[in-house]
T-cell receptor, first 107, second 113 residues
Framework: SQQGEEDPQALSIQEGENATMNCSYK?????LQWYRQNSGRGLVHLIL?????REKHSGRLRVTLDTSKKSSSLLITASRAADTASYFC???????FGTGTRLTVIP | KAGVTQTPRYLIKTRGQQVTLSCSPI?????VSWYQQTPGQGLQFLFE???????NKGNFPGRFSGRQFSNSRSEMNVSTLELGDSALYLC????????????FGPGTRLTVT
């Protein structure tokens, strides 16, 4: 399958803690993107990381990419209740989305 | 700038019927992609249109079709509906290419009974 697989499937943390979720894949990629989906704002693009990049930051988000291990991680620092959502990685130019990590941030 | 809009937001249809969903991309965006989201299969790519031409197609039966108009608005059609077509259908637009940042609409929730 060319889908990414997120891990863990679900994650529950306290507000202020950091949250880390991972995406593993099987084929070579040009880029990998992360999206967030919640009931209020739908599916929103978070960050794009290219295959020749190892790390990118955007606000409280930090994404890493290890092409040798075929994996990426998304770190959300100082989490807030508003970060409660499902997070997806997308591969192959948004053709394949992962199964998602359901993050719950408890106030 | 207005976001991606999809109509209708909710739809209930009966098996065997057909349905047409509409998507208006962000002004200036020329690429429109459609996705099906279900609890079991997750987000699956249906097709992408660019300048009125289908550029890519996912692994869906021919009952799923789409088109794009000269103003970049897009429609997708599902004929002979099956129960398994019940899903959230998401439309996404991007400036020039599906490969880059996509902006998603709120989706159309289709229920087939």
């Amino acid at each position: 399958s060319q889908q990414g697989e997120e891990d863990p499937q679900a994650l529950s943390i306290q507000e202020g803690e950091n949250a880390t979720m991972n995406c593993s894949y099987k084929t070579s990629i040009n880029n990998l993107q992360w999206y967030r989906q919640n009931s209020g704002r739908g599916l929103v693009h978070l960050i794009l990381i290219r295959s020749n990049e190892r790390e990118k930051h955007s606000g409280r988000l930090r994404v890493t990419l290890d092409t040798s291990k075929k994996s990426s991680s998304l770190l959300i620092t100082a989490s807030r209740a508003a970060d409660t959502a499902s997070y997806f990685c997308a591969l192959q130019d948004n053709l394949f989305f992962g199964t998602g990590t359901r993050l719950t941030v408890i106030p | 700038k207005a976001g991606v809009t999809q109509t209708p937001r909710y739809l209930i249809k009966t098996r065997g019927q057909q349905v047409t969903l509409s998507c208006s991309p962000i002004s200036g965006h020329r690429s429109v992609s459609w996705y099906q989201q279900t609890p079991g299969q997750g987000l699956q790519f249906l097709f992408e249109y660019f300048s009125e031409t289908q550029r890519n197609k996912g692994n869906f039966p021919g009952r799923f079709s789409g088109r794009q108009f000269s103003n970049s608005r897009s429609e997708m059609n599902v004929s002979t509906l099956e129960l398994g077509d019940s899903a959230l259908y998401l439309c996404a637009s991007s400036l020039a290419d599906r490969a880059y940042e996509q902006y998603f609409g709120p989706g159309t929730r289709l229920t087939v009974t």
